[in-house]
């Protein structure tokens, strides 16, 4: 018989999370002292959207017997969940004081001090972790990332000597190459930067089971799911005019656009949560077609009343950002259970927005950014779905050029304020002096003030971005003159 804690943790993979509850209950069943299985039980309840009882188990946890790094580590990652994230960071740093020999402490130490800002504290975790273990490659990325590299200060003979190993496993190339790319971005050695980045966007391409027409045939199936109808009356208990739901293409800006929200008074953000998604599968009924046909004929009571209790919180004067992009996705399904929830959509020059994602390594999720004729097929069925959605939603759907954006902050700011109908606050724009949390690809970024370098980045990389530009063009994706 394999222990409870085991069998919660295989139950939890496998997506049974109301089957592994007494398991993980069962694992800290009369212990008084922290125990990882109480990370395990905090994250289940948390996932079922019993987000108080997942904070109960933290704080009795905290208050028992001293326990493991490990278990100090999982409580750090449920408490990130639950968006305590300065308990996070303390018993991040409480766990590398505990056990500094760990090299995954000090990468996880190093992405929560970078999610709070404080960055040189990162890089330094970083060179910790790699002191200690010259093999955890994802510590070298993260370092990259952390700032602008300079010809007096990078790690690019670092990296290079990586690189060079005959031995260098395979995998290992993909965040080293990524790594290494952007420092030479950084340092303006266009030429050299994109071999590397084409080396590790084909290395991470060549691990992955991915067939982009499978996902134009789903983008095509939600248009066909989700027609234009008569916008719904507001449900019965729910104010759904407090979310504001910004999506957008990965790397579009969506993060500066959240910062700048949530500079405002009375505004927090959820981050990118999938608490929509799971709101809406959950009232799915079975015997459908197909996945889309089950979201199609939800309850929109059932989604909308799921959703709040996942995503309101306490404070219910609140307006509530939620920033996943992928919930472009679900725009249909968000127009009929929540309809007075305003949708920011971020846009960004096509050929920005593809090298932008192609330039960047994803964890699990965007699996068609790493090859160019992937790009282009995604990109123009993302563009179709979006057009698609522009007329269903007419008016109640906001654009926001990312060009625009970054060009006067100010006035699109206030424009988005407006819509949203919160009070503008001329200093919003200051991210670089907030104290928001980022736990996204744009974390460092977020750093720096208002900044528009990135615009027109691709020119840099024109003769190189030739098969990208060919392979927009022949999907009838509008480009600028002069690519």
């Not at 955890?136 to 370092?143: E, G, I, N, V």
């Not at 015997?287 to 889309?292: L, N, R, Y």
Request: some cysteine; overall charge neutral.
């Amino acid at each position: 018989m394999l222990p409870p804690d085991v069998q919660a943790y295989r139950l939890m993979r496998a997506g049974r999370l109301a089957d592994a509850l007494p398991f993980a209950e069962q694992a800290v069943a009369g212990s008084a002292r922290c125990l990882p299985a109480h990370g395990l039980l905090a994250t289940l309840l948390l996932q079922l959207g019993r987000a108080n009882e997942a904070e109960a188990v933290v704080c009795r946890a905290l208050e028992g017997q001293p326990g493991s790094a490990d278990a100090y580590d999982a409580l750090a990652h449920v408490s990130l969940l639950l968006g305590r994230h300065e308990r996070s960071n303390a018993l991040y740093r409480k766990v590398v004081e505990m056990a500094p020999g760990e090299a995954r402490f000090w990468y996880n130490f190093a992405c929560s001090e970078r999610s709070v800002g404080r960055l040189v504290q990162a890089e330094s975790a970083c060179d910790c972790a790699i002191a200690l273990d010259a093999t955890h490659y994802a510590s070298y990325l993260l370092r990259s990332e952390l700032r602008v590299q300079s010809s007096e200060s990078s790690h690019i003979a670092q990296l290079q000597s990586q690189l060079s190993r005959p031995d260098l496993p395979a995998p290992a190339r993909v965040p080293l190459g990524y790594a290494l790319a952007k420092e030479l971005d950084d340092l303006g050695r266009f030429d050299e930067a994109f071999h590397w980045f084409a080396q590790a966007a084909g290395a991470r391409r060549r691990q992955l089971a991915y067939d982009v027409s499978v996902d134009e045939r789903k983008l095509a199936r939600i248009r066909e799911v989700f027609p234009q109808e008569p916008l719904r009356n507001e449900l019965v208990g729910v104010d759904s005019s407090r979310f504001i739901f910004i999506i957008g293409l990965p790397r579009s800006g969506t993060t500066l656009l959240e910062h700048i929200l949530t500079g405002l008074t009375g505004v927090r953000s959820n981050g990118e949560t999938d608490n929509f998604s799971r709101a809406l599968i959950a009232a799915a009924p079975a015997g459908a077609e197909d996945i889309f046909s089950r979201a199609a004929q939800a309850s929109p009571q059932q989604v909308a009343r799921h959703y709040v209790r996942l995503a309101a919180g306490a404070a219910a004067a609140e307006k509530i950002v939620e920033k996943m992009p992928l919930n472009y996705l679900y725009l249909g399904a968000i127009r009929r259970a929540l309809p007075r929830a305003r949708v920011l959509l971020v846009t960004r020059e096509p050929l920005d927005s593809c090298f932008a994602m192609y330039r960047t390594l994803f964890a699990a999720a965007y699996p068609f950014s790493y090859d160019f004729e992937d790009l282009a097929r995604y990109y123009a069925a993302f563009a179709r779905l979006i057009q698609h959605w522009r007329e269903c939603f007419e008016d109640s759907l906001q654009a926001v050029s990312y060009e625009e954006l970054v060009k006067d902050p100010q006035r699109i700011g206030a424009q988005v304020a407006h819509y949203c109908g919160l009070d503008w606050k001329a200093d919003a724009i200051d991210v670089h002096r907030s104290a928001s949390v980022s736990l996204t690809a744009s974390a460092a970024q977020i750093r720096r003030p208002i900044y528009g370098s990135s615009s027109g980045r691709w020119h840099h990389y024109h003769s190189h971005l030739a098969p990208l530009i060919e392979a927009l063009r022949r999907r009838a994706v509008s480009l600028p003159a002069d690519a």
